[in-house]
């Protein structure tokens, strides 16, 4: 006579009822899918949100036109999302990002769907659900250019998910090819490896399990997708370079520290607002444990132990202040262990969850009309510039930007003269940082003998932008882009603090 199965038990080991396993899906993910749907609608309301789109846009046009990645096409980035940015422009054209952002609210439900499979799996039904959705609210809880944008901590996001809900199964092969993924779309979400190696180590402590054949097994699943993708790439040297070596003078510490200090201050309170109706109950439980060193085991937390959230946590952490810029964006990798813990917090214990989906239903609306009112003088501004730039010249004729937004070149449907798409590459300039080691002789190794020959090659660009404004690196600052200026060009029309130069005759 077979044993039954006491029903908490079921739902801890995964033998549900296909009957229940299906209904219970078919349920909740249309609801996620109408949520991510809704809570990202904003994002087609814009041509472009930030300039990571703008560099994406550019870089997917230039590889079209028969750029080579790491070579004649350049970035400090993995290339799974250029090759996305590329693929979506072979199929629907390249004048619109409205298939990237369809793919980022599907990249959104994916995660949302795989932090509901987690929290289903340790808390019940219930927990699963609300986890799914509360993810889906708090995903647009940062500034809309950080967070309506289809840039790289998006499509990480899925991979970086899936790492932990396979390494919770102990399925290593799948979790290590997932941290290759997650890899691939941005490199600090390589940081998953470590909430993975934590949990191999409990299994091992805890179970007794051989360790040699799990560790083969994820370090083996992290090896081939990297390979394989240097093997596709022509210069897999130069990814080398792009992707890890290359970019150490961007992840320095040297910066203006009070600028960055803020903005990692000012991104973690607005987080923290959008979060703040689970993050409460997660605070009040770890103040009680605090307080008291011998409390009992509180409802639930016989189940397991969320160290291996705490652990995914402070990998994230890490992740978010590796070369200390602390943009918005960074933050989105924070949401998926925040979510998760605080779920845990609300279901083992005695807080209802309706002050908790109450609040982040309202701080979601809150962040949903920031985004649709959200002020567009820079885009305005961007697309004055754009539209002036296509009048000047001709589909043959390129153009250089000097400035810190490539998206010029995208809105204005004309090639970039060079390889270096920002002046951040040229004068070792980037976001956060003030005027020190800023200059011409900042730059990357041979950068402007590159950057002299494709001058050369190609002839001088039709066009000159100078988006510096005030930044350190304005051509008064860089006696190369002063004298080509001052020598070959004049000036044409200057918009706010944007001069555009045209090429004498």
């Known amino acids: 006579m077979p044993i039954a199965v006491p029903r908490p038990l079921a739902a801890l080991t995964g033998r549900l009822p296909e009957r229940v396993r299906t209904g219970y899906w078919t349920r909740v993910v249309p609801v996620l899918a109408l949520l991510a749907v809704a809570t990202h609608l904003p994002s087609f309301l814009r041509p472009v949100w930030s300039p990571d789109e703008g560099y994406l846009a550019t870089q997917a046009r230039m590889l079209a036109d028969g750029g080579v990645l790491y070579d004649t096409v350049v970035d400090r980035k993995p ?24 793919l980022a609210i599907v990249a959104h439900l994916a995660t949302a769907i795989l932090l509901a499979s987690i929290a289903r799996g340790r808390w019940g039904n219930r927990a699963g659900a609300v986890a799914g959705g509360l993810y889906l609210l708090v995903s647009i809880g940062l500034s809309p250019e950080d967070t309506q944008a289809a840039t790289f901590e998006v499509f990480m996001l899925p991979a970086m998910v899936a790492a932990f809900r396979y390494a919770e199964r102990r399925r290593w092969l799948a979790a290590g090819i997932a941290v290759a993924l997650c890899s691939l779309t941005k490199q600090t979400g390589g940081a998953v ?18 360790w040699q054949p799990a560790l083969f097994k994820i370090c083996f699943g992290f090896a081939l997708p990297i390979a394989l993708v240097a093997v596709i790439l022509t210069k897999p040297k130069g990814f080398l370079f792009w992707v890890v070596t290359g970019s150490g003078d961007y992840a320095s510490m040297g910066g203006a520290w009070l600028q960055m200090s803020g903005r990692a201050l000012g991104n973690s309170a607005i987080l923290l607002a959008a979060c703040l109706g689970f993050l409460a109950p997660l ?13 009992p085991a509180l409802r639930g937390e016989e189940h397991g132990s969320s160290s291996d959230l705490w652990v995914w946590l402070l990998s994230s952490v890490v992740a978010v202040s590796t070369g200390f810029h602390f943009f918005g964006h960074y933050y989105l990798q924070l949401m998926p262990p925040l979510v998760l813990l605080g779920v845990g917090a609300v279901t083992t214990s005695v807080i209802s969850w309706r002050p908790v989906l109450v609040y982040s239903t ?49 809105l204005a449907d004309r090639r970039p003269v060079t390889r270096y798409l920002t002046a951040g590459f040229l004068t070792n300039f980037s976001g956060g940082k003030d005027g020190k080691d800023v200059g011409e002789q900042f730059s990357m190794a041979n950068a402007w003998q590159t950057f002299d020959k494709e001058l050369a090659d190609k002839g001088l660009p039709e066009i000159v932008v100078d988006d510096s404004g005030l930044a350190p690196y304005q051509p008064v600052h860089i006696p190369r882009i002063e004298s080509l200026l001052e020598t070959r060009y004049e000036v044409v029309a200057v918009n706010a603090d944007t001069v555009i130069y045209r090429l004498k005759r």
């Open 362 to 410: 309202v701080a979601a609306t809150a962040f949903w009309g920031l985004a649709v009112f959200w002020p567009g003088q820079r885009l305005d501004h961007s697309t004055e510039v754009a539209t002036t730039i296509a009048e000047q010249t001709t589909a043959k004729d390129t153009v250089l930007v000097w400035g810190m937004h490539p998206e010029l070149y995208w």
């Open 79 to 102: 290339p799974l999302l250029p090759w996305l940015y590329e693929a979506c422009f072979a199929l629907f054209g390249s004048t619109s990002l409205w298939p990237l952002r369809t």
């Open 193 to 210: 490896m470590l909430p993975v190696l934590w949990m191999l180590f409990q299994d091992i402590r805890l179970r007794g399990v051989r």
């Open 283 to 295: 605070g009040h439980r770890l103040w009680l444990k605090l307080r008291h060193r011998a409390l």
